[in-house]
Nanobody, 125 residues
């Protein structure tokens, strides 16, 4: 079982920045697809960004131009740099990973077998 541990959440004001990190433990193989998802109270989980070992990335339309995903293949770690944060970005953010990428780096939760516990991001106006 792969353990994913997120860190870096917190509270910021509108326009602020945060960087989330995800580290995969107890894994001795490459996680070809890694991604970030978020879920706000009363809403469905939605894809934020995903990246493959080849560096192919995909972003949700609502974060394009503001968020940047990156990863270290050797370490199975991933970051999400979030800039120009808005109150609507407030959510629990989850790291997700899977040994394979289906149809490229899709932002579909069912494509990912492994999930972290989440880290809370709160953006105040």
């Amino acid at each position: 079982q792969v353990e994913l541990v997120e860190s870096g959440g917190g509270s910021v004001q509108t326009g602020g920045s945060l960087t989330l990190s995800c580290a995969a433990a107890e894994v001795d193989y490459r996680l070809n697809c890694m991604g970030w998802f978020r879920q706000a109270p009363g809403k469905e989980r939605e894809g934020v960004a995903a990246i493959s070992t080849r560096g192919v990335s995909r972003y949700g339309d609502y974060v394009k131009g503001r968020f940047t995903i990156a990863r270290s293949n050797a370490k199975n770690t991933m970051t999400l740099q979030m800039n120009s944060l808005k109150p609507e970005d407030t959510a629990m953010y989850y790291c997700a990973a899977n040994p394979e990428c289906y149809g490229g780096t899709r932002l579909i939760p069912s494509d990912y077998d492994f999930w972290g516990q989440g880290t809370l991001v709160t953006v105040s106006s």
